[in-house]
C-alpha cells in the first residue's frame, strides 16, 4: 500500500520561502503522478500544483504560478514543492496525492492516495 507523508510545514513571514516534501513508502512513487492540494479554514480544499511520473511535465494553480515550483526525485521516493514570495493567503494545510490517472490530474477525483497534510502559516 502506498502511504505519503508530507513534511516542511511552519509559521513563516509574508515572502518567505518553504520547501514542502513528499516521501512515500510502502510502494515506489515513480510510476504516479503527484499533485498538492491545499485547504484554508473555512474553504475547499483545492489544486495547486501537478507533476507527471518523470517530471516532464507540470501545472499550477494560476494564484500561485510563478512562485511555486513543483519538481521530484524518484530516487528518493519524494516530491518536492518549493514555494517563495509567500502571502499570507498562502495560509493552509497542504496534501500531497498520488494519482490514480494516467499523468496527473488537477481534481481531487483523479488521486487515490493521501497523506495527512502539513500546515503553512504565512504571517503578515
Known amino acids: 500500500q502506498l502511504q505519503l507523508a508530507e513534511s516542511g510545514g511552519r509559521l513563516v513571514q509574508a515572502g518567505d520561502s518553504l520547501r514542502l516534501s513528499c516521501t512515500a513508502s510502502?510502494?515506489?512513487?515513480?510510476?504516479?503522478?503527484v499533485g498538492w492540494f491545499r485547504q484554508a479554514p473555512g474553504k475547499e480544499r483545492e489544486f495547486v500544483s501537478a507533476?507527471?511520473?518523470?517530471?516532464?511535465?507540470?501545472d499550477y494553480a494560476d494564484s500561485i504560478k510563478g512562485r511555486f515550483t513543483i519538481s521530484r526525485d524518484n530516487a528518493k521516493n519524494t516530491v518536492y514543492m518549493q514555494m517563495n514570495s509567500l502571502k499570507s493567503e498562502d495560509t493552509a494545510v497542504y496534501y500531497c496525492?498520488?494519482?490514480?490517472?494516467?499523468?496527473?490530474?488537477?481534481?481531487?477525483?483523479?488521486?487515490?492516495?493521501w497523506g495527512q497534510g502539513t500546515q503553512v502559516t504565512v504571517s503578515s
Open positions: 507533476i507527471n511520473w518523470n517530471g516532464d511535465s507540470t
Open positions: 510502502g510502494r515506489s512513487l515513480s510510476s504516479y503522478g
Open positions: 496525492a498520488a494519482s490514480i490517472v494516467v499523468g496527473y490530474s488537477t481534481e481531487e477525483v483523479g488521486y487515490g492516495y
